[in-house]
């Protein structure tokens, strides 16, 4: 094995023992109350009771105990968790895009840790202007450990960015109800109507990676750049004081924008910052969904 694969392996290794760290200290029992299961099913009958909801009575049952009788029932735990990950040119080439990638799989790894131990089925969709790749939802650590692998290690064959496609595939595959988790640097918006389809159907969030030192340039002059996405070399005068403002103010509107983007669809929504401690922003959020 040559030293390529060898750090590869570490790196997935790695994400793996900090994600379970991570699930074992308290966030499994938040991740546990903050999704549903995928339906309800029958319990057992008892005998009705005072304040019970008369529209479970079984007037079937009630008849012929001359008693009225309740059904109950319990939440379903089957679940299927699917991780839509963005696996773009923006999160994959560039010089910050190594830690954009390395947090955002932290993330990942995160849950579906978490859906591991819950024993809930676990799928995976990598995409960039289309589904670069798909893996059907599936239990156990060894598909546990593929999973992690490909969001670390995955270069897809597009630069472009278009959700559109993973979104769609998702709503066509999810015949019950499941967990669908959405990450990405939200450089593209997937479309209104999508998200609102995706969240009445299914447990949705969205969850954006962003590296606050994509907008902090050291102060080097003219600089010639490159988009990672479009390939277009533009110009740039670093040390320009309009510049830098303009950098640091479109920073904080963009983040304005996908609050109030995410919150008119009704979907939960929560940036992660690179360099930010990742477990206490996820418990935080999870904690917050509980309470709603």
Not at 126 to 147: C, M, N, Q, S, W
Request: aromatic residues 10%; proline residues 3%.
């Amino acid at each position: 094995m040559d030293n390529t694969s060898t750090e590869f392996l570490k790196k997935i290794r790695a994400v793996e023992l900090l994600s379970r760290k991570m699930v074992q200290d308290s966030l499994l029992s938040l991740y546990r109350s903050s999704f549903r299961g995928s339906g309800m099913q029958f319990k057992e009958f008892r005998n009705y009771v005072y304040g019970d909801d008369v529209r479970h009575i079984s007037w079937n049952v009630s008849a012929r105990t001359i008693e009225p009788v309740l059904k109950t029932f319990e939440e379903e735990r089957d679940r299927t968790t699917y991780l839509i990950v963005d696996v773009s040119a923006s999160l994959r080439r560039g010089p910050w895009a190594e830690r954009s990638a390395e947090t955002l799989a932290l993330v990942a790894g995160t849950f579906a840790l978490s859906a591991f131990q819950m024993q809930d089925k676990l799928g995976l969709l990598l995409f960039a202007d289309g589904v670069e790749k798909y893996i059907p939802p599936a239990k156990g650590r060894t598909h546990l450990l593929r999973i992690i692998r490909d969001i670390l290690g995955f270069e897809g064959r597009s630069q472009k960015t278009d959700p559109d496609h993973a979104i769609r595939q998702v709503l066509n595959l999810a015949k019950r109800r499941s967990v669908v988790i959405f990450l990405s640097d939200m450089e593209v918006l997937p479309d209104s109507q999508l998200l609102q389809r995706l969240s009445s159907k299914h447990d949705f969030i969205a969850l954006s990676i962003h590296n606050p030192a994509a907008f902090e340039f050291p102060e080097m002059g003219f600089l010639e750049m490159e988009s990672a996405e479009l390939g277009r070399p533009i110009t740039v005068d670093s040390s320009s004081p309009e510049f830098r403002r303009f950098l640091s103010s479109f920073a904080d509107n963009r983040l304005q924008q996908l609050e109030a983007h995410f919150s008119a669809l009704g979907a939960d929504y929560a940036a992660l910052q690179c360099g930010d401690d990742i477990h206490l922003a996820l418990r935080k959020f999870l904690a917050s969904r509980r309470r709603k």
